[in-house]
């Protein structure tokens, strides 16, 4: 029962009804009042016609009478006599014509020159509310008045027939409303309930994702869709950060153990090497110093990865530092023929020099290994945005897809036969201990452009 009381279709429909069973009162009362009052006034004229008309008439008759029978030149007696003979019986006669008719009309008089002064004639008995018009007879004439009158009941009964008209049409709209609103709110409701099992889907899955409902609803659902994106974006960062720290401890007590060993057998092995010099027993001895090579490679790069230094910050000139970086990296790989391009202007940063030379060199390497064209272009460029600078190292290689953007920052995730997995995860390691952003963006056959937006910062 809550519930549906708590129900967002239940609410508007008793809101609606509240809202309609006033309107119905307020608009009722408001046109029977109107109404009455009108109804009232067209009677109050009709009675005013009415009891005029049968007023002119009585004078019209008074005056034909008087010079007929001279009443100027008699006496009050015979004028009385001549009045009650002839002109009394001439105007009932045209009174009760009258008031048949007007047979909703109750009409009267009263004339004193009359023996009878006092007459009513109404078909539905004396009344007690009434609506009453009053025209007075001139002195001249004797004086006296008419008067003309309906009963209220009529004026009341007039109005109920058009209220009852008007209600029976607000019924209809108000039901029609109803109705409007119940499929409306259906609409919503369905709405409303597929949401609520959309996030019982998300408690239990962080993938599912709400279809474009469209209008308001569909922003909230669009919200509820970034929302999930963002929490499952930051669940999977927080695991991995966990695996990372994990791995860090992990790695860093590996290297601690093979670093001594390996360089004991690096150097055995050189010495073996010198020994056996210009014999066929040498072959067997150089991939030991290959092999004992690459893995002092890859033991330097888990200790870096595992056991991150602190940051030492300076002041420097990203001019400079990245045309060493591009020298250093022209160097790297001499056969390719690649144009570097550096589209920066003396901009000035606080951050680890040392680092971030280690962050760029990689990515420019990275970006060199890619290039398997005879026109290989790398770009580096420098924007300054006011709080931060960004800067883009881009390339026109072989491109990654969509799999391997998603890994490429996972340590020991490599495309490489040599690689150790780790360069760029020690490049986003860096990126974050400044307090900054990576983004990738690469196609397959089109190149490769990385985006790395560091903030600006006081030496204190």
Do not use: W
């Amino acid at each position: 029962m809550k519930r549906i009381f708590t129900s967002i279709r239940f609410q508007l429909i008793f809101v609606l009804v509240v809202f309609i069973i006033f309107t119905f009162f307020t608009i009722s009362s408001s046109i029977s009042q109107y109404l009455e009052q009108n109804e009232i006034e067209s009677e109050t004229k009709r009675l005013t016609i009415i009891s005029r008309q049968i007023e002119e008439r009585f004078e019209k008759m008074y005056t034909a009478e008087s010079l007929l029978r001279g009443y100027d030149n008699i006496t009050a007696k015979e004028r009385n006599l001549y009045i009650n003979v002839f002109l009394k019986p001439a105007f009932e006669n045209y009174f009760s014509m009258i008031s048949s008719a007007y047979s909703d009309v109750e009409v009267g008089y009263y004339i004193p020159i009359f023996n009878n002064p006092i007459s009513v004639h109404s078909s539905k008995g004396n009344l007690i509310k009434k609506v009453v018009v009053m025209v007075a007879i001139p002195e001249k004439y004797g004086g006296g008045y008419i008067f003309s009158a309906v009963p209220q009941s009529n004026v009341k009964d007039n109005i109920r027939n058009i209220i009852y008209s008007i209600n029976r049409i607000i019924f209809y709209l108000a039901l029609i409303t109803m109705i409007i609103v119940l499929i409306i709110t259906s609409f919503f409701s369905l709405r409303i309930l597929q949401i609520r099992k959309g996030l019982k889907n998300l408690e239990r899955n962080l993938d599912f994702r709400f279809p474009n409902y469209g209008g308001e609803i569909g922003d909230i659902a669009a919200s509820i869709n970034s929302m999930a994106e963002n929490l499952k974006r930051n669940l999977e960062e927080m695991q991995k950060a966990e695996a990372l720290k994990s791995l860090g401890l992990f790695t860093a007590g590996i290297v601690h153990e093979v670093r001594n060993p390996l360089t004991s057998i690096k150097g055995f092995a050189t010495i073996l090497s010198q020994k056996l010099q210009g014999k066929d027993e040498e072959r067997f001895v150089r991939p030991i110093l290959t092999e004992t090579e690459r893995l002092g490679r890859i033991v330097d790069d888990l200790l870096k990865y595992g056991r991150p230094s602190p940051l030492s910050l300076v002041k420097f000139n990203l001019k400079p530092f990245f045309n060493h970086i591009l020298e250093l990296a022209k160097q790297y790989d001499s056969k390719k023929k690649i144009k570097f391009e550096l589209k920066c202007q003396d901009l000035t940063i606080v951050a680890d020099e040392r680092k971030l030379e280690e962050l760029f060199l990689n990515l420019v390497i990275n970006a060199v290994q890619a290039i398997d064209k005879e026109d290989g272009l790398i770009e580096i460029e420098c924007i300054d945005e006011g709080r931060s600078i960004r800067i883009t190292v881009q390339d026109n290689g072989s491109g990654m897809d969509e799999d391997t953007i998603k890994n490429i920052f996972v340590p020991f995730y490599t495309t490489k036969e040599h690689g150790t997995g780790l360069g760029l995860a020690i490049v986003h390691r860096i990126v974050e201990e400044h307090n900054g952003k990576i983004l990738v963006e690469s196609k397959v056959g089109l190149g490769t452009k990385f985006t790395i937006i560091l903030p600006k910062r006081d030496l204190k």
